[in-house]
């Protein structure tokens, strides 16, 4: 079976421009989540979805990020305008049902500097 | 106070010894616990999850959990090099089910 599926695997970008992340999840799961890693702050979840519709974005660092999933199996994360400190490594993951004992599948990854 | 805490390490183990990870949590009524390991570079894959109060046991992995105590650990038996990882502790909130809270994991070194 096939995972998640991130793209690109690799961003560099010069700040103030436009970021786009992409994520598929495992078809069935219901759950979709955005998580960004840092060394100094771990995994840290920003956004997560149920049924394509988004449940709690109260992990979003401000409003410069945005995160869409038009449908079951396509999510995007937006960053606009990108600034250095949003260097990073987001992960999107994806679980098939509520996370109580039902685990989550975590994509490769997508490894951003903002230079 | 974090609302999971683990030490960062890095824990340095010889070959085939057994390496004991801990993790403990804030929130009392969390319900689901799960281990991630993370090779460097790489994204976190589940280990095991534990629920109950007690020991699971899955292979060279035993998770414990102490509900009353608020920690979890995770013991590894005979520690290969192929074990050095990060292991992320990562917790079911009481408030929302559906998410989890990560640990900033601890650093497992295995020496030949």
């Known amino acids: 079976d096939a995972g998640v599926i991130q793209s690109p695997r690799h961003e560099v970008t010069e700040m103030g421009q436009e970021v786009t992340l992409r994520c598929k999840p495992i078809?069935?799961?219901?759950?979709l989540f955005w998580y960004r890693q840092t060394m100094m702050r771990g995994l840290e979840l920003l956004i997560y979805?149920?049924?394509?519709?988004?449940?709690?974005d109260s992990g979003m660092p401000e409003d410069r990020f945005s995160a869409k999933m038009p449908n079951a199996s396509f999510s995007t994360l937006k960053i606009q305008p990108s600034e250095p400190r949003d260097s990073a490594v987001y992960f999107c993951?994806?679980?098939?049902?509520?996370?109580?004992?039902?685990?989550?599948?975590f994509g490769d990854g997508t490894r951003l500097s903002i230079l | 106070q974090k609302e999971v805490e683990q030490n960062s390490g890095p824990l340095s183990v010889p070959e085939g010894a057994i390496a004991s990870l801990n993790c403990t949590y804030s929130?009392?009524?969390?319900?689901?616990f799960f281990w991630y390991r993370q090779y460097s570079g790489k994204s976190p894959e589940l280990i095991m999850f534990?629920?109950?109060?007690g020991d699971k046991e899955d292979g060279r992995f035993t998770a414990q959990l102490n509900k009353a105590s608020q920690y979890v650990s995770l013991l590894i038996r005979d520690s290969q090099p192929s074990d050095s990882a990060t292991y992320l502790c990562?917790?079911?909130?009481?408030?929302?089910?559906?998410?989890?809270?990560f640990g900033t994991g601890t650093r497992l070194q295995v020496f030949p």
């Open positions: 993951a994806s679980s098939p049902r509520q996370g109580l004992f039902w685990p989550q599948h």
């Open positions: 078809s069935g799961h219901d759950y």
């Open positions: 979805f149920n049924n394509n519709v988004p449940i709690d």
């Open positions: 929130d009392r009524g969390s319900q689901s």
């Open positions: 534990i629920y109950s109060n």
């Open positions: 990562a917790v079911t909130p009481r408030r929302d089910t559906d998410k989890l809270i």
